[in-house]
């Protein structure tokens, strides 16, 4: 357990050590069935349910996207790659991308350092200590819903609060939506707010596993505290700083409800779409309208590569930026 | 209760013999005690972070006029307002906690004994493939389920299933987080000469699960319970897809409310965000403590 501190990374929680041979010595006939088959029936569950509500519509997504599928139309033809032809020519959809890349650069980039800056303050010894956690990951336990809905309100063009401080100190105030950066800022903000504590969480779990007395040799050799944090702390929590971006990139590509409710529950994200994400898009074109499924299939693989691409590129990027230690 | 106190036990900090003796006398020791601008920040952090919730219940208190007013200060119309939110018949709110309750129960239920029995498989019994079968379970983890929702939606369609409950609780009955998180703490709790013991009592591998495993793994079902439960409560794009207005989940009776209410009726919007966020805000006061122990080994986002 002392080993696994902190968000595992998948590759070295992947060979478990061996645990120790236990089980002879059955002799009837049921309690070697048992003894054979039991785990198999135990862990078949979960291979079966996520294989059929999982992993299949994921794969089943690259087929019917090469159809022209529509509901209403009724039509179901086979298309090859007209949707993701068409899919190129369409300005609509580079502009949700355009958009979902912002919003999510804006709110990933600031969310993991502050987040980082945050597990170390917290990483100390100090009175109402749980209080204190439990003061900075409250928002994560809020729904996304209630969220967009609140922030919709802080930011509102008129009578937002935030605008309301802006004039306080003698701002013009801004354009929450009509102006497209403000309008990501805004939804990045959301964001934020909702994970910067919980990913704190988790680097605070990793930085808990570090030997305290590397600390204290590095400050008799006149090490300062800036100093200390980024080449130990930092670099010895790089598995736990990977997995944060490889989560957050999954999770921040498909953002969807934030930018929902902040426009008011419409999936156009704002009047000229300056705020719709891909997945508002995909949703658009699938669940409303024509409901076609094949060009939102097409439109969702596309999404999961952008993912992938971006996962990778994060990697790369972090590995090299944050010198790991010599183990 | 003192059983559940027993998980966090990396999440205290591990006995560092060497803080002990260090205190006090080396400079760098000073580093582990918290000065008061930490303080100061963290606090900050705190308010930041209490303060939109605070604020939404503010504005669920006051009345219609006074929506923009400011300072924030409480008006005197919550139940009021909370009445005319819940007398909406389109969001049918209600109905959506229902919805929600029974929703979240089961797949909370589902996840706890799925993950268990697997995890203890994978933990403590011996089998060909295991450790492939292991990995791929981590693998899943990083699948981006939410871009199948298409053929998951033409396959509800198929089973007649949109706009039931079940729609919403079979594709969330297991979790490969939590078979994980289950078969690490199977690791470290359940010794293996336990396990022989009962099984020279003659005990069925079943009957090991049932009567001395799934016991020995209630702390960390616990935490699993509770994020598994806040996670299926706040789950907002597949109800909105698959679900209808008459079969709503509570956040889905919130979005009926923003469309409807949007400009016309804030306060009692806002009525709906603070009885949606408050269940929450209850098992988190009480749980506090396993949760931030359940995201510190390392929750994942869903």
């Known amino acids: 357990m002392s080993s696994t501190v902190g968000a595992v990374p998948p590759s070295r929680a992947a060979s478990p050590p061996p645990s120790a041979p236990l089980h002879r010595r059955r002799s009837y006939r049921l309690g070697r069935w048992d003894l054979k088959y039991s785990p ?20 089943y997504t690259v087929y019917v996207s090469l159809f022209d599928y529509e509901l209403l139309s009724g039509t179901k033809e ?49 009175k109402a200590r749980t209080l204190l ?56 903000f959301m964001v934020d707010w909702r994970w910067t504590g919980y990913n704190a969480l988790i680097y605070l779990g990793a930085m808990q596993a570090i030997p305290k007395d590397l600390y204290e040799s590095a400050s008799l050799d006149g090490a300062s505290t800036w100093r200390q944090f980024w080449s130990i702390t930092v670099p010895l929590i790089r598995p736990t700083i990977l997995f944060t971006i490889i989560i957050s990139t999954i999770g921040g590509f498909q953002i969807f409800t934030e930018p929902l409710m902040y426009g008011n529950g419409l999936v156009r994200g704002g009047v000229d779409h300056q705020f719709q994400t891909l997945a508002m898009y995909i949703y658009e074109k699938t669940f409303t309208g024509n409901a076609e499924y ?34 | 209760m003192t059983t559940t106190q027993t998980l966090p036990r990396s999440v205290t900090p591990p006995p560092v013999p060497s803080r002990r003796h260090g205190r006090g006398r080396l400079p760098g020791a000073q580093l582990w005690q918290a000065s008061p601008l930490t303080y100061l920040a963290l606090i900050l952090g705190g308010v930041l972070s209490i303060f939109p919730i605070i604020w939404s219940f503010i504005i669920a208190s006051r009345d219609n006029s006074a929506v923009y007013e400011m300072p924030p200060t409480p008006g005197d119309q919550l139940f009021t307002n909370i009445d005319r939110m819940l007398a909406n018949e389109d969001a049918a709110f209600i109905y959506g906690l229902v919805n929600s309750a029974v929703v979240s129960t089961v797949v909370t239920i589902s996840v706890i004994f799925f993950s268990s029995l697997a995890g203890f498989a994978f933990a403590k019994l011996r089998f060909r493939g295991s450790n492939a079968l292991l990995l791929i379970i981590i693998m899943t983890m990083m699948v981006p389920t ?14 007649g299933w949109t706009g039931t409950l079940q729609a919403v609780i079979v594709p969330f009955l297991v979790q490969g987080f939590g078979v994980f998180m289950m078969r690490q703490y199977a690791m470290s709790a359940i010794s293996d000469e336990l396990i022989e013991a009962a099984r020279l009592d003659g005990c069925s591998t079943w009957r090991i699960y049932w009567n001395v495993v799934l016991p020995a793994l209630r702390p960390a079902a616990a935490v699993l319970g509770l994020l598994t439960f806040m996670q299926t409560w706040n789950e907002f794009l597949w109800p909105f897809i698959v679900l209808t207005p008459d079969t709503p989940t509570v956040q889905y009776s919130l979005k009926i409310l923003s469309s409807g209410l949007y400009q016309t009726d804030y306060v009692a919007l806002f009525a709906g965000t603070a009885l949606a966020t408050l269940p929450l805000l209850i098992v988190f006061i009480i749980f506090g403590r396993q949760i931030i122990g359940g995201i510190m080994e390392g929750a994942v986002k869903s």
């Open chain 1, 40 to 59: 198999y029936l135990y862990v078949a569950p979960f291979f079966v349910l996520f294989g059929v509500f999982g992993l299949f519509p994921v794969l």
């Open chain 1, 133 to 188: 956690r439990m003061g900075v990951v409250i928002p994560n336990i809020t729904s996304v819903a209630a969220v967009g809905i609140i922030f919709a309100l802080i930011f509102a063009d008129r009578y937002g609060l935030i605008n309301w401080l802006l004039g306080t100190v003698g701002f013009d105030p801004i354009a929450w939506r009509d102006n497209r950066f403000a309008s990501w800022f805004a939804i990045a």
């Open chain 1, 294 to 327: 094949g060009y939102g299939s097409a439109m969702s693989w596309l999404l999961f590569m952008m993912i992938i691409v971006f996962a990778l590129i994060n990697f790369v990027l972090v590995r090299r930026s944050v010198k790991g230690d010599k183990k």
């Open chain 1, 78 to 126: 086979y298309a090859g790659l007209e949707n993701y032809r068409l899919l190129m020519q369409d300005a609509q959809f580079w502009n949700a991308a355009y958009n979902t890349l912002g919003i999510f650069l804006l709110s990933t980039v600031p969310q993991l350092i502050v987040a980082l800056m945050l597990a170390n303050l917290l990483n100390r010894q100090m």
């Open chain 2, 146 to 159: 939410q871009l199948g929702v298409i053929p998951l939606y033409l396959m509800m369609v198929e089973l």
